[in-house]
């Protein structure tokens, strides 16, 4: 079974940086997708970054440049740090993973999902 587990996140201020972690658990390989994605209140998920099996990684354009994906694959750890944060980061914000290649808008095919961390920033 596959278990996802969040760490960080919390309240910063404007152009304030967190690092958010997702420790990923039962998968049995490395061959499979992890991407961030966050949620604020009244609005739709966001698809914000994935990384490949390779190493690849792909960006929104709402964070790029300020958001940074990385993977630890022998912890099995992915890393989202966010530099340059804005109010309009604020939202809760998830890890979760897909077979293979599956690019961060697919959010339908990413199947595993984190329990979810918020990230809150003052102006």
């Known amino acids: 079974q596959v278990r996802l587990e969040q760490s960080g996140g919390g309240s910063v201020q404007l152009c304030g940086s967190l690092r958010l972690s997702c420790v990923v658990s039962?998968?049995?390989?490395?061959?499979?997708?992890v991407a961030w994605i966050r949620q604020a209140p009244g609005k739709e998920r966001e698809g914000l970054a994935n990384i490949y099996p390779d190493g690849n990684t792909q960006y929104a354009d709402s964070v790029k440049g300020r958001f940074t994906m990385s993977r630890d694959f022998d912890k099995g750890t992915a890393y989202l740090q966010m530099n340059g944060l804005k109010p309009e980061d604020t939202a809760m914000y998830y890890c979760?993973?897909?077979?293979?290649?599956?690019?961060?808008?697919?959010?339908?095919?990413?199947?595993?999902w984190g329990q979810g961390t918020q990230v809150t920033v003052a102006s």
């Open positions: 979760a993973t897909g077979p293979r290649y599956v690019h961060f808008r697919e959010l339908t095919l990413f199947n595993s």
């Open positions: 039962g998968y049995g390989t490395t061959r499979y997708s």
